[in-house]
Nanobody, 126 residues
């Protein structure tokens, strides 16, 4: 069983920064993609970023490109999401998720993420 635990959310003013962490435990050796998604109030959950496990390949939603940067610590099985220049529209619950046995092309497909974290709230005040 895989467990994903997010941390690092909080309240920040517009223009500020936060770093989210997602620590994975369990059967991580066969994990191939870790993704970040978010759900804003009254909206559907949307793709934020994805990282191909082990080689540093990353992809970001257009809305966060240039502001959010991800990194991996393979020894700690942890993915980080550094969020800079935060905007009020970034306010959401952020979730990390893990894919197994899928190809990189499927990184946007939420239903192919087998494991999900509990989410961490990010609130950006104007």
């Amino acid at each position: 069983q895989v467990q994903l635990v997010e941390s690092g959310g909080g309240l920040v003013q517009a223009g500020g920064s936060l770093r989210l962490s997602c620590a994975a435990s369990g059967l991580t050796f066969s994990m191939n993609t870790m993704g970040w998604f978010r759900r804003a109030p009254g909206k559907e959950r949307e793709f934020v970023a994805a990282f191909r496990w082990g080689d540093g390949t990353a992809d970001y939603a257009d809305s966060v490109k240039g502001r959010f940067t991800g990194s991996q610590d393979n020894t700690e099985n942890t993915v980080y999401l550094q969020m800079n220049s935060l905007k009020p529209e970034d306010t959401a619950v952020y979730y990390c998720a893990a894919q197994y046995g899928s190809i990189w092309y499927s990184r946007y497909v939420q239903t192919l993420y087998k494991y999900w974290g509990q989410g961490t709230q990010v609130t950006v005040s104007s």
